[in-house]
């Protein structure tokens, strides 16, 4: 057994330790969903970085930056900058109707907002991008033990659904954050003492920039969309309006602490980008003739670093997969639980049936999301249905419904509807003709339009109304 192997086994055995351990904390569906609302700024702060340090912020960012350069930052520093508004501005105010009316889920606001029909529409979008996402983590999880044991993608991908399926099915929210301060220090850890490591293989910073094309030093670089700056419109709003985590927003013990650990989170990521991109660069100077961008992390950990080093880093970057996949099972869960089974399908369901569907929805969507991540492509690729799908129908309801109370139903739904369509209609009916149209911003366009449309004419219709009333 190599050090790798034996440094991942004890280090998933521990967390899924420590998520039964919490197991016994959770007494009612309040504790599963939001702990409680009990969270301090500390756990916030431990329980969104670690989520938001994904793999597509570590193997799918190493694998960007091996191809585009310093400019691959813009994927974890859109999600600080979005974290920001989250923290300051969309977080504070949706917390405060969570804490007022009970809210469990986006789906609660939703429905308070605009009525049952946009809740339902927003669960099933929610649930079709969710299970991409965590395919995603998946096959990062997978490509890390693929170099450590030559096992093939299925089994690492079943390997790594198990372990965070077990620990998040037992302790929700309040489990994962326990687990999510661990992980963190495991992932901080492995980052910060392989990067010097590695760019000393390459000679340093100064070597590194010499060695590779002009346009690797370049943070403003931008290939088209999907690249370099335009990920702000990828994945900015994506981190604003995430289900996940608003629902872990809605953990906090007050306002005070979400802005607290949200903001702190935000700036940990911007700092955080960095990292995965240097190594992403050293791999390929050291490493030129990779093929697969999953592999690009896994193979610099494994093949340029001390044994003891690699093992340290593996086990880092397959917490980055597990940490996050938990936040997606609780999206799945939550979502297909409290916004389906008990809104549309057993209305009257008590509280500790509605815990267990919970649990089950937590498994089922493990299963479903380790099958979708043998058949999906790389990381980013799988991340990018997410995204996209999340930004374009959340974005602007969501956003809209917080600052005017003009916009009914109609309004979220048409832009629903625009956002979606506008996205698809791009990304599948051009092909290469318009590289440069950014799919996801077309979508968010789209979207605010239509949002903006109806609102107006339903304005203009009360408006008109009253008129003929008193006239």
Known sequence: ??????????????????????????????????????????????????????????????????????????????????????????????????????????????????????????????????????????????????????????????????????????????????????????????FLVALPYALGTVGGLDQLFSALPAHYSDVTFSAGPGSGWTLLFLTGPAFIVSPGLIQKSYGAVSARALRTGVALNAVGLMLFAFLPVLMGMVARVALPDIDDPNLVLPALLGEQLPAWLGALAMAAVFSTEVDTCDAILFMISTSASKDLYKRYLRPDAGDAELLRVARLAAVIGGTVGVVLSIYLTTVIGALTIFYSILGVSLFVPVVGGLYTRRAGSGAAMAAIAAGVAALLFVRFGFGNEYAWLDPTLVGLLAAAAAFTCVTALRTFSAASSALNRNA
């Open 1 to 190: 057994m190599t050090i790798h192997l034996a440094l991942l086994i004890v280090y998933s055995v521990g967390v899924v330790g420590l998520g039964l351990w919490t197991s016994r904390l959770i007494r009612t569906s309040g504790d599963f969903f939001v702990a409680g609302r009990t969270l301090g700024p500390g756990l916030i702060f431990a329980s969104m970085l670690a989520a938001n340090i994904g793999s597509g912020a570590t193997v799918g960012v190493a694998g960007l930056a091996y191809r585009d350069g310093i400019s691959a930052w813009w994927w974890s520093g859109s999600a600080g900058l979005a974290s920001l508004a989250l923290a300051f501005w969309v977080g504070p105010r949706i917390w405060t109707l969570a804490k007022e009316h009970g809210f469990f889920t986006t789906g609660d606001f939703l429905e308070f907002r605009y009525g049952s029909s946009v809740r339902a529409v927003i669960t099933a979008l929610i649930l079709l991008g969710s299970v991409a996402i965590l395919a995603g983590q998946l096959i990062a999880g997978a490509a890390i033990l693929n170099v450590v044991t030559g096992a093939p993608r299925w089994v690492g991908s079943l390997i790594g659904g198990s372990i965070m399926t077990i620990y998040f099915a037992a302790g929700g929210l309040l489990g994962t954050a326990v687990v999510n301060t661990a992980q963190l220090v495991v992932m901080l850890a492995g």
